[in-house]
């Protein structure tokens, strides 16, 4: 949860963001405009529950005004896995789909309560958030587009 949080910091849940890879992460402006744009319309969104569901899901979350956020980290490696960890991951990853359940509280164990001898925790600061309005301008979107819920609405 503490790398999502870090992935998400600089965005507000005004900003109709979402980050996709392999699992999807919605900020509330995103989800609302699926809901009220997307979902009620049968010609952006099939009623029906059948098919594959992240291309029907894909087709619903291009057509309103949003932004593709990249859940990538500062070298450019992928946060969010499809894979149960082994190998070279970013250092901030977020998340891991398909890991075995009795590796979970491995994870848990190493992640909080494993200490190792003479390394200190080091706490890092938060990234800077990012305005509203300047992700507005970078992505072409016009003021209507942003969230009526003012410019930092719901920072964590």
């Known amino acids: 949860m503490e790398n999502l949080r870090h992935m998400l910091y600089p965005y507000s849940s005004a ?6 890879s392999p699992g999807i992460v919605m900020s509330r402006a995103f989800h609302r405009r699926v809901v009220e744009l997307s979902l009620p319309n049968p010609s952006l969104c099939e009623p029906k529950d059948a098919g594959a569901t992240m291309v029907k899901l894909k087709k619903c979350i291009d057509t309103p005004k949003v932004m593709a956020g990249k859940s990538m980290d500062a070298k450019g490696r992928r946060r969010i896995y499809l894979i149960d960890p082994q190998g070279t ?35 890092k600061a938060l990234p800077d958030k990012i305005h509203p309005l300047k992700m507005q301008k970078d992505h072409k979107l016009r003021p209507e587009d942003v969230s009526k819920e003012g410019p930092h609405a719901d920072y964590a």
Do not use: E, H, T, W
């Not at 900003?15 to 996709?20: S, V």
């Open 89 to 123: 991951f970013a250092n901030n990853a977020v998340s891991f789909n398909y890991v075995q359940v009795r590796n979970m509280f491995y994870f848990d164990y190493m992640i909080y309560s494993l200490k190792v001898f003479g390394r200190d925790l080091i706490l």
């Open 15 to 20: 900003m109709p963001i979402y980050f996709n």
